[in-house]
């Protein structure tokens, strides 16, 4: 245990009556952390217990980490500062305020369970009241959250308008609460430190000097895989060191003391706005990852044995005796309190009521705004398309592309809504800001010219580049989102989604159900998709949205004209749910669907389908850039044979509008599905099948699709054709059907 420094300026008889703290910790409170750490492993020890009886159904201990845990908990302040724990910080939330009571209703799933409700295995912590924030069980995707969290709380610093509360959208149901000098907590084990995603996270928090304390708590193992396998050199204090603007500590993490002390400077260093903090603390596991491993099988005894010798149970315990502070009785005492109190938690836990399997479906979305509702439904206000003086038509009432509307309305929600932020790569007009200041260059803002003027207009706190990390792109985004702002994020192409689909699967739709509705993160991702675009080849042609709608809690949208792109854009940023944007490249400057500007309130409401052309022979429900294609198909089926085509734009694939297709289907008695992505599992294949299942009376043909070839987008244009469903392929498949 670290002593005291005895400040030198006081007298003997001033010593004598000025209480002994150590490193500032008062006797009281040292007293308090050994309460709430001998806590924390008896909760853990009934636990096990209750595994045993099959009364819980997992079990995951904090066991040797509970001295790091107390000491961050006495440095840092629950409900103004913002916590992303990992599963081992069971100590740490009890020191903020967390209950066993509340951490038993979580390991028996109770109904009111503060955590998910059931939903979640225990040690995944949420409590709302104190700032903890809901985690998953995915090692080192939190880290991103908390790097956006930390920016979030500096935004609202500088733009406190923006927390206002305003009625009619997403803002009228999160609080938005910050403070100047919040800082935000995230820990993690050594193992998780070799997740890139840990890597994306330091490099943001350093670069922007956000004020992140980062802990690692060190146990040596990740399941069954030493630190050495993990990390180069087996330290990563070393290999961290020489990022900027972070402050480092190394330390023995069983002794609370020392860690107190560590967290200390730490956080002063964060708080006084000079970045990131990183604290390496070296813990024991002595119960094995969890109940589901023995750890006796790759470590052995000697081993163990060591580590036990530095429990920080024991370790306190011998502190508290050897100092005088307790003796034996108040330590027996203490002990006798914490076994009732868990024992009588876990009989009102065992008690509680389960939550009932009809609730199942709640919080999948937001249960307050539905972006499918009337209120999501406003009619364009199309600028008078009269002559002006010189007899030209006025600049707003010309047929603006989807690029243009696109760029339009992000603008407009910009200039509504000082939450809207805006990054990605690429998607600032300069990062070098003082180049546009002194009009030395135009600014480029997108690759495809989609954000352009943002920057210029808002400033570059609210359009920025980021790295090329699209996990941190959308992680970063996810924690903003948590807070309350808005992220527009964008993925420059659908083909280099991938890193981000951790955050994408496993987080961000997952926010709101696995919290019970207590955290949501409605955040937009746009992204540039699809092919047609000759010499896109592999990698800048793909599709695949099928992937995301089979993501329960992400909206996918997928207009195919300037005008929906326009409607449905301002629907997704102002709804209450993440949203997967994807936007055609091949459409984005297409004359086709050419739209006036329809003003700042116009909007598409979700899962509302487009009858682009009715007709009385057969259906072709479609989306995307095969809306064009199908449309010039079914034209020419009517001009050559008299077949009739009721062509059905889907505009959003989730939600989407099965009562438009049945509808459709019911009057023409055939149906074909065209999508652009390869054909097998793709998102025809549930239209497909629900067409099979639901309208089989109703039919007079099978069902058919046609998609792409089940292979990738090739580069030579003759190749593209013959993979990509064309204007022919679609032309014959329509004939087919009418004839069937
Ligand atoms: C992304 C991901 N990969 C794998 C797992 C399975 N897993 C759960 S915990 C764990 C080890 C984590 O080790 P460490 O980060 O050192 O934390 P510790 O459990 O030792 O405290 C693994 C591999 C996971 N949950 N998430
Ligand atoms: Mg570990």
Known sequence: MATTKVDPKLTDSELKKKPKTYQGLTSQQLVDAYRIMFTSRRIDDREILLKRQQKVFFQISGAGHEAVGVAAALVLKPGYDWFYPYYRDRALCLALGATPLEMLMGAVGAADDPSSGGRQMPSHWAYKRLNVVTQSSATGTQILHAVGCAEAGRYLAKHPNAARKVEGDYRQFKDVQFQGDEVTYVSLGDGTTSEGEFWEALNAASNRRLPVLFCVEDNEYAISVPVEVQTSGGNISRLVSS???FHFEELDGT?????YAAFQRAAGHCRAGNGPAFVHAHVIRPYSHSLSDDERLYRPDAERQRDAARDPISRLQMFLLREGILDEK??????????????????????????????????????DLDPASAAFDRPPAFASPEATADGKRSAASQPKTMADLINATLRDEMRRDERVLIFGEDVADASREEYLKQKLIKGKGGVFKLTSGLQMEFGADRVFNTPIAEAAIVGRATGMAIRGLKPVVEIQFFDYIWPAMMQLRDELPTIRWRSNNAFSAPVVVRVAIGGYLTGGAIYHSQCGESIFTHTPGLRVVFPSNSLDAAGLLRTAIRCDD????????????ETYGRSPYPGPDF??????AKVVQPGTDLTVITYGAVVPRALQAAQKLEREQHVSVELVDLRTLNPFDWEAIAASVKKTNRALIAYEDSLSWGYGAEIAARIADQLFHHLDAPVKRIAATDTFVAYQPLLENAILPQASDLFRAMRELAEF
């Open 243 to 245: 990022f900027p603007n």
């Open 255 to 259: 002794d609370p003391v020392i860690a």
């Open 330 to 367: 108040g330590i027996n005492k203490i002990e006798k309190e914490v076994d009732e109190e868990v024992q009588s938690a876990a009989d009102r836990a065992l008690e509680a009521p389960i939550p009932q399997p009809e609730t199942i479906h709640n919080y999948v979305y937001s249960p």
């Open 578 to 589: 993440p949203v997967l944007f994807l936007e055609h490249k091949r459409l984005y400057r």
């Open 603 to 608: 909007m598409v409401p979700f899962g509302k």
